[in-house]
């Protein structure tokens, strides 16, 4: 309320400080995700998931496809995070989840069922049946950007979104594997903002790192880097399903899953 009494005009969902004003006021992981699928505060990306909803790839074609944004998939008090880049055109664009319906998606999922943190190895659709345990897929970016590529004021007019997601997830969390360079820089700002004091300089990507964050009360938050696993990734040999599964299973042990 403005001191004259009358109520300050709220940003639309077409308006570029909608995740700004709207996220920190999500009570819960569910409101969130409610609010956040009906983002439009990115023009470029909002015309591209739509053209791409409605053009469509053969293979695809009888499919309704989502073109919205992608919320993040898994418990609400999950104790390790995934945090990708974004959601693929015809992968999590098309099905309306994370990691779902797309090459990279099923790299992932395979490797999490090998270690115990999801039901089934594949993800096709939505209502395929699979659930995570413990997990929560989260993403910098929820909108499928051109040549998956957001520019940096899309990934910063997103990041109220991820921040709102870590805080409510804060808790309970204990772990954050982060799958590719973009999305461990689009990250650490939002630890830091979040409350986990990050050492100096800031630590750099690379697949293997880890970092043992501490926040306000001494909890710990151990930062996994990890490749992504992007077809190019898994097909030139650069992450492999050992390696993949060698930094879940570690994640896990210290999340207590
Ligand atoms: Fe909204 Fe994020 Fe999509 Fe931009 S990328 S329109 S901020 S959900």
């Known amino acids: 309320m403005a001191e004259s009494g009358v ?3 709220q940003p639309s969902v077409a308006d570029r400080r909608f995740p700004a004003h709207r996220a920190p006021r999500c009570a819960d992981i569910g409101e969130l995700d ?29 499919d309704d496809y989502w073109g919205r944004p992608v919320p993040g998939f898994g418990p609400d008090d999950a104790a390790l995070a995934v ?3 974004a959601p693929a055109a015809h992968g999590g664009n098309r099905t309306g989840r ?21 039901s089934q190895p ?36 997103c990041r109220p979104w ?6 409510l997830l804060h808790p309970g969390l204990r772990a954050v594997v982060v799958l590719g360079g973009f999305g461990w820089r689009a990250l650490l700002p939002v630890l830091a903002d979040a409350g986990w004091q990050l050492p100096r300089p800031r630590p750099k990507f690379g697949h293997g790192t880890q970092v043992v964050l501490a926040d306000r009360d001494g909890e710990e938050l151990h930062l996994f880097g990890c490749y992504h696993p992007s077809q190019r990734n898994v097909n030139t040999g650069r992450l492999t399903r050992p390696m993949l599964d060698a930094v879940f299973r570690e994640a896990a042990a210290v999340a207590g899953l």
């Open 7 to 9: 109520s300050e005009p």
């Open 34 to 62: 409610a609010q956040l699928t009906g983002c439009r505060a990115c023009p470029r990306l909002v015309a591209w998931r739509e053209q791409v909803a409605v053009e469509k790839r053969a293979a695809y074609r009888d």
């Open 83 to 85: 945090v990708g880049l």
């Open 98 to 118: 994370m990691f779902t319906g797309d090459p990279a998606g099923d790299f992932l999922v395979a490797g999490l069922h090998a270690v115990g943190l999801a």
């Open 122 to 157: 594949t993800a096709t659709g939505i209502d395929d049946g699979l659930t995570l345990r413990g997990v929560r897929m989260a993403a910098p970016v929820h909108c499928a950007p051109p040549q998956n590529k957001p520019t940096t004021e899309e990934r910063d007019t």
């Open 162 to 167: 991820l921040a709102a997601e870590l805080s």
